[in-house]
């Protein structure tokens, strides 16, 4: 499969009252023609920034691309003018959000809001663009397509209104469609229907997804890779089989063994990850997962480890990987990080 | 350990025990415009001491209206709590001060539950002032045992919200409530706003000073994986209504209602080797001030049959210890 999407070595900032937030700190990974990508990680770690800088939505100021590309389909957006970007965006990239009201147009009808997405990126007639827009009410499993079609988005539930925002967000068939928690906001059951409705997008279309979320069960389920951030880096990165299975970043299994799993003894206590991440207005110099450490050594507090393959296309950014490292700590590492073992 | 599952079930001496919470036939309504909306309609169930009863459901079931009503923060439209054998609802506004000391409530938004304006000593040390059991000096070093306990440092006592993170407010909103010595907590989906790291943070330290202070709780949640793990008992409610209510173990792995079902085959497992087939449910949760005849779950129930709209199915201990409210259980 083709490389869709190639961000590397990304850095945004924001310049605000406090001083400047490095929220976006060297990211790195790729994504491939009509695979799934997770991008995990707590909250603030720099997701939602990665993925509006791939759509080019954030102002600027307060942001500022510092470094990296960004490469869609061998053109690199960072430089691509807002009149490229408005060509690109709804047509060959989608974006999906927590509130599908941030997409909807509350004022409008939602067949309207979808017939409009396909006009302005396909010249066709607006009886072909209707047709097209019932066509995806339909695909993403929205019953009497006909009648919701009249309808504005309040008189939607909660879980339809997802459905129509991904309906919009698909009539396009772009390339890649980039889900920014998509069912956070939804219970459990409405959930389900919209990762059984991504899957059946997954089998019918062509179409690469981004998938970020906190929910790694849902990692889990659906993508092929996965990438872990951490206070605005990739620390991991890897096939959904390699990361839950042999994850090697301190991070990542730190993350996986404090969710409980449903077979688990109730009188062992679940393993929290200790303290909590850096404040990115002054991240620190070494490794930046350094505090909260089980493993930590005496080289990862000033010096910041860089990504290394680990193999089976694993990337792991970790001292503990580097090929001295782990002859030596075997033998002499200690720990003295502030991560201690509950 | 004292919450275990065994003690509750099995051991026939607290079978004899009075329960240090009963909730009898509960219900409250709300008025809106000109209509009834049945937020908790018909709850019938104990809590014992010692013990952790899960409550879960989708949003809106009614699950943190049912907490308040049984701490009296909403009277009741019917029913009754009793606390230690006495109905709270009987008591006079004197005796109920004394009462609200023993119960208390954790709430789910570490953010919007603390008074940006007041610092941790005021946000902590007000319960002890309302209620007049410490001052001044006292009332501080009372407070920096709290802090303690709950795992944040003393030096924090004159900082103000905004300068902790979610899962250090969620330990602030947790001190507050211990304040008083409480014997019974309701926790409204207090790990629901944190990530999943600090969750397991504050889970730990709940099932901590449960052991430690012998506390009761009511666990409101969503997380069903989350659930079963703090839990000795879960109640599955859906519309108001109680569905399903076992011990956790049985109610995860045996599960009898429908709803219970599709409620555990819906939560994504984190492990990518288990695949296996979903029961999806269609449709969203309907309208409880219009909610459906019979079984209030049958418009979305795979196993709805004729009978399920014209009756409302009779709450059923259907195995000991193992209550289903569902027409397959006749
Ligand atoms: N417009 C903005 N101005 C200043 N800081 C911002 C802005 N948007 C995001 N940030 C900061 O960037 C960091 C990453 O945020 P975000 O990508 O939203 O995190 P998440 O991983 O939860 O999606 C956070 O520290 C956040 O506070
Ligand atoms: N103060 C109120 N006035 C009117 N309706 C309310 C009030 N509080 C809750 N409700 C309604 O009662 C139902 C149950 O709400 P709630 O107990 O908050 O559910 P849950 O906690 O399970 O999400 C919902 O339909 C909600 O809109
Ligand atoms: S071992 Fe060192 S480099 Fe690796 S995660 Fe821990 S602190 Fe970072
Ligand atoms: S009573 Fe009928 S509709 Fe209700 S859960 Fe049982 S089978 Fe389903
Ligand atoms: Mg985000
Ligand atoms: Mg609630």
Request: proline content about 6%; aromatic content about 6%; glycine content about 8%.
């Amino acid at each position: 499969m083709g490389k869709l999407l190639e961000v590397k070595n990304l850095r945004i900032d924001f310049k605000t009252y406090g001083g400047e937030v490095h929220a976006v700190r060297g990211v790195n990974f790729e994504v491939k023609q009509g695979e799934t990508i997770g991008i995990v990680g707590e909250s603030g770690c720099g997701k939602s920034v990665t993925a509006k800088a791939i759509m080019k939505l954030l102002a600027s100021p307060p942001a500022r691309y510092k470094e990296g590309s960004i490469t869609f389909n061998g053109k690199n957006l960072i430089e691509a003018s807002e009149r490229e970007m408005e060509r690109i965006r709804g047509n060959e990239i989608s974006m999906i959000f927590q509130d599908p009201m941030t997409s909807l147009n509350p004022t409008s009808k939602v067949g309207v809001q979808i017939m409009e997405s396909v006009l302005k990126h396909n010249q066709i007639s607006r009886k072909k663009a209707y047709n097209h827009a019932l066509e995806t009410l339909q695909l993403v499993g929205i019953p009497q397509p006909e009648k919701r079609m009249e309808q504005y988005p309040h008189e939607f539930s909660g879980g339809m209104r997802q459905r129509a925002m991904i309906a919009m967000a698909l009539v396009c068939q772009p390339k890649l469609l980039i889900a920014d928690e998509p069912t956070t906001a939804l219970d459990v059951t409405i959930q389900a229907q919209i990762l059984e409705l991504m899957k059946d997008i997954q089998k019918q279309s062509e179409t690469a997804i981004i998938l970020i979320t906190h929910d790694l069960g849902v990692v889990a389920e659906i993508c092929d890779r996965v990438v872990v951030m951490y206070a605005g880096k990739v620390v991991e990165s890897g096939t959904v089989l390699e990361i839950f299975q042999n994850p090697e970043h301190p991070y990542t299994k730190g993350l996986l063994k404090s969710v409980p799993r449903f077979d688990m003894d109730k009188s062992v206590p679940l393993s929290p990850i200790i303290g909590s991440p850096p404040d990115l207005f002054s991240p620190p110099k070494g490794c930046s997962f350094y505090p909260r450490c089980d493993y930590a050594m005496k080289i990862c507090k000033d010096h910041d480890p860089e990504p290394e393959d680990v193999g089976n296309g694993q990337i792991t950014a970790c001292w503990l990987q580097h090929s001295m490292a782990k002859v030596m700590n075997t033998h002499t590492a200690t720990n003295v990080g502030g991560g201690t073992k509950r | 350990m004292t919450t275990d599952v065994k003690n509750v079930e099995l051991d026939d001496d607290s079978k004899k025990k009075v329960p240090l919470v009963q909730v009898k036939n509960l219900r409250k309504y709300f008025s809106v415009g000109k209509q009834k909306l049945k937020a908790v309609d018909g709850l019938n169930f104990d809590i014992y001491e010692g013990e952790t009863v899960g409550l879960v459901g989708e949003s809106g079931c009614g699950k943190s209206t049912a907490g308040r009503t049984m701490i009296r923060l909403y009277e009741p439209t019917d029913g009754e709590v009793l606390f230690q054998g006495k109905n709270i609802y009987d008591h006079s506004e004197k005796k109920m001060a004394k009462i609200r000391r023993d119960i208390q409530l954790i709430f789910q938004d570490p953010y919007a539950s603390l008074n940006p304006r007041m610092t941790v000593e005021e946000i902590i040390g007000e319960p002890l002032t309302i209620h007049g059991v410490v001052k001044g000096k006292e009332k501080k070093k009372r407070v920096e045992e709290l802090l303690k306990l709950v795992g944040l440092s003393p030096e924090h006592i004159n900082r103000y919200p905004h300068e902790f993170s979610g899962g250090q407010r969620q330990r602030i909103g947790i001190a507050r409530a211990l304040a008083l010595h409480p014997k019974f907590i309701v926790c409204d989906e207090p790990i629901s706003a944190l990530d999943v790291s600090i969750q397991a943070q504050v889970v730990n330290l709940l099932k901590e000073l449960q052991k430690e202070m012998g506390l009761t709780y009511l666990f409101i949640a969503h997380d069903l994986s989350m659930v079963k793990y703090i839990s000795d008992r879960i109640l599955v409610m859906y519309l108001g209504k109680m569905m399903e209510f076992s011990d956790s173990e049985t109610l995860c792995n045996e599960p009898l209602h429908p709803y219970t079902k599709a409620l555990l085959s819906s939560v994504p497992i984190p492990d990518p080797t288990i695949k296996r087939e979903r029961i999806v449910l269609s449709g969203d949760v309907p309208s409880p001030i219009n909610p459906p005849s019979g079984c209030v779950f049958r418009t979305r129930c795979p196993n709805a049959m004729e009978i399920c709209s014209s009756a409302v199915p009779e709450w059923k201990e259907q195995k000991p210890g193992h209550f289903v409210a569902c027409h397959l259980f006749w």
